[in-house]
């Protein structure tokens, strides 16, 4: 194989889908407060958790940016936290709700990485059981999925609003305590 290179592409390629779409899904769930009807299980401060509508297994969920922020890059320190405070939150929630005996976890940063919704950067989580996937997916390239989201809803939500809130990251504290050590003669040689 060989490569043609087309540098003049370049700005064309990385400009593509940078403008929100005016009728963002992500951005209307935030606003709307209507938690059950668009499934959201949880808010934190910086992302919510929600539901996917179309979903691989039970329990398939999302931890999405509140704000409309298509990459990892532009994230805080503090909401990077979160995340991953989430992350555990969730995967204990779906434990207990599930027994799964694996769980999926990633993100598709960007539409041509698979994200269906691109602006705004999340993380799925997918509950896995052992020969999950039948003959359905494979022959018929459809998912059986046994309970409705409702129901998934109605299970999970109690969970992942147990608990203590996700907390401000210690990172901001620790650089003070550092700044005041480099006052006090610590600084960088
Ligand atoms: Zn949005």
Not at 12 to 21: K, L, Q
Not at 66 to 77: G, K, M, R, V
Not at 149 to 176: D, F, I, Q, T
Request: charged share 25%; hydrophobic share 40%.
């Amino acid at each position: 194989m060989q490569n043609l290179f087309s540098p003049w592409r370049l700005r064309y390629i990385t400009s593509a889908g940078r403008r929100p779409p005016a009728g963002c899904v992500f951005c209307r769930v935030v606003r709307a407060r209507r938690d059950r009807d668009n499934l959201i299980l949880f808010r934190g401060r910086d992302h919510f958790v929600i539901l996917n509508r179309y979903p691989y297994n039970n329990g398939h969920l999302m931890i999405v940016a509140s704000t409309h922020l298509p990459s990892l890059q532009a994230a805080e320190p503090a909401a990077l936290v979160e995340m991953t405070e989430l992350i555990v939150r969730c995967d204990r929630a779906l434990r207990k709700v599930y027994r799964p005996s694996g769980i999926n976890l990633g993100m598709n940063l960007g539409r041509s990485a698979g994200a269906g919704i691109a602006g705004h950067y999340h993380m799925h989580l997918v509950p896995r059981w052992d020969a999950d996937t039948n003959f359905m997916t494979v022959i018929h390239d459809t998912r059986v999925i046994p309970e409705s989201l409702l129901s998934s809803w109605r299970r999970l939500r109690p969970l992942l609003a147990s608990g203590p809130p996700p907390e401000p990251p210690a990172a901001p504290r620790m650089r003070k305590a550092a700044r005041r050590r480099r006052g006090r003669g610590g600084g960088r040689r």
